[in-house]
């Protein structure tokens, strides 16, 4: 590691003095899910799935994919941070309701479940269903709920801030880490751009945080293509682009009718279109020696 780091926003004094936990001094963390899927571990685990469970036959159908596909871990959102607050029958979040579909789906399918945590107050209703805890860009920097969170010792799924920078990231998770929850997977979906992008993009996906976390961080780190460009037809490349810089896996979004999805409508692949993107993932893992798991 270069001491000085020039024109770096990361320090070696911050490596130390700031998140001592998560920075590459240590030795790197392999987030272990079972026995066969692990982030950081050498395998290249994919978790997909809809933006949210909209209803129990949905999110079967989309379990019965994850099955033909030979994939496990699967978007469970019941909780959704939506931008504006109106509720109608096209938007909306199961919230509670959804915590009977969580249980169904675990007596059904062999999947493992990342689900999304906005308050604290929720954390011991779902706790039980949940394999994976996401905390969602924009409570990336609500450090009251990462601390109590990390206490469950469940793994966490830290997504970036879209305005906040790696360092801001790294500290976040180094209020995980000093809770005593070592398994956090970071998660890189986009960040806010320039005008000179805005007509195409909500976001762009930075994939340089890639190798930069890989520099200064040890912990493992996923991209998220299909919230960083919210445009289906850009989702594949972006995802081929995600395993050919070297991360350690990715979340993507698919829906059995992608333009009627809930949520977040735009960005959805539909089954067939997932199917292809997995397909060639699988290919280009070859090359890379990785497990698509
Ligand atoms: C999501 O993954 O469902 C989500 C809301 O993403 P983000 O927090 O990155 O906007
Ligand atoms: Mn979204």
């Known amino acids: 590691m270069d001491n000085k780091m020039p024109g770096r926003d990361i320090s070696m004094d911050d490596m130390i003095n700031k998140f001592p936990l998560s920075s590459s001094l ?3 963390k392999i987030v272990k899910i079972n026995s066969k899927i692990s982030f950081g571990g050498g395998n290249f685990p994919i978790i997909s799935g809809p933006n949210t469970i909209e209803n129990k036959n949905m999110i079967f159908r989309s379990c019965e994919l994850l099955e033909k596909l030979n994939l496990k871990l699967l978007r469970a959102a ?33 999947v493992i479940l990342v689900s999304e945590i906005m308050e604290v107050s929720k954390i011991k209703v779902i706790k039980d269903f949940v394999d994976i805890f996401q905390i969602g ?14 206490k469950i010792n469940k793994p966490i799924l830290l997504k970036r801030h879209f305005g906040c920078s790696l360092k801001d990231l790294l500290g976040a998770s180094e209020y995980i880490l000093l809770n005593k929850n070592n ?20 976001f762009i996906l ?43 896996g990715m979340m993507i979004e698919f829906h059995h009718d992608p333009r009627n999805s809930a949520v977040d409508p735009l960005q959805s692949l539909n089954f067939n279109e997932f199917s292809l993107l997995i397909k060639k993932l699988k290919k280009l893992s070859n090359y890379f020696k990785i497990k698509v798991v």
């Open 206 to 248: 930075d994939i340089q945080a890639v190798p930069a976390i890989k520099d200064y961080s040890c912990l493992p780190i996923i991209l998220d293509p299909s919230h960083a460009c919210f445009w289906h037809k850009w989702v594949k490349d972006l995802a081929l682009a995600s395993m050919a810089v070297g991360s350690h």
């Open 26 to 28: 240590k030795k790197k």
């Open 137 to 150: 860009a924009r409570n990336m920097q609500n450090y009251s709920l990462l601390s109590e969170v990390a």
């Open 183 to 202: 398994n956090v997977i970071l998660c890189e979906r986009g960040v806010s751009s320039a005008y000179t992008h805005k007509p195409t993009s909500r």
């Open 78 to 110: 019941i909780y959704k941070p939506l931008t504006f607050p109106y509720r109608s029958n096209k938007y909306f979040e199961l919230g509670d309701k959804g915590i009977r579909i969580l249980e169904e789906i675990k007596k059904n399918f062999d």
